[in-house]
């Protein structure tokens, strides 16, 4: 391939990148991503919810560890994005989300399995509900296909990408940059100016 086919290609690759993502503002408005429900965690001191990243770009990947894709292309992703990004703006989010298998895919297994793989960023178990014994609770929330599944959140908390299956170092990359380089918008009035007089609200003020 001679330097110029290459950077043709590259340029149409970053055009055709470009759409994936949707604005170029991040828009602080009511279209958040579902809240993650786990059972527990490994990695991390406590529970981490979305609620708390506010302000950071997320990378959310959903896993099983005996989905070979998964340990051969997802996890390692994963662990190069969180050994790459500042973890003060962009947090790697592992969820170990069993949809089969259940009896060998405990947190016991998971633990060991963690372990050795030396596996860094924090994970959470999807949450199952006992009384249904369906899809775990996120799995559905989220409406995956499968695993691995790769989910991007924006600074607002708006989900902005989600792709079942594998993407490239260079899509990923490129998608997390451009969400790192939005500012966040508030469309939301500040109701607290009008708490000082029972005439006005967001609306206006009345007679």
């Known amino acids: 391939m001679t330097k110029e086919k290459g950077l043709t290609t590259i340029a149409a ?6 759409q994936i993502m949707l604005d170029t503002t991040t828009t602080n408005h009511e279209s958040l991503a579902p809240e993650l429900q786990t059972s527990g965690w490994l990695n991390t ?18 896993f099983q560890m005996l989905c070979p894709g998964c340990v051969q292309v997802g996890i390692p992703q994963a662990q190069r994005i969180y ?6 703006q ?3 989010i592992g969820l170990h989300t069993v949809f089969e298998h259940h009896s060998v895919m405990g947190r016991d297994a998971l633990e060991v399995f963690v372990h050795e793989y030396r596996i860094r960023f924090p994970i959470g178990i999807d949450k199952h509900d006992d009384q249904q014994q369906r899809l775990p609770l996120t799995m559905h929330a989220y409406q995956m296909q499968g695993t691995p599944t790769l989910i991007l959140i924006d600074k607002a908390g708006q989900l902005r990408l989600h792709k079942f299956g594998h993407i490239s170092d260079l899509t990923l990359g490129f998608s997390i940059g451009t969400l790192l380089s939005e500012k966040i918008v508030s469309t939301e009035t500040p109701k607290e100016i009008f708490s000082n007089d029972a005439n006005c609200d967001e609306n206006g003020c009345r007679l």
């Open 45 to 62: 001191s406590g529970s981490i919810t979305l609620a708390s990243l506010l302000g950071k770009v997320v990378v959310l990947h959903s």
């Open 13 to 18: 690759r970053s055009s055709s990148l470009e």
């Open 83 to 88: 050994e790459e990004f500042d973890p003060e």
């Open 90 to 92: 962009v947090a790697v």
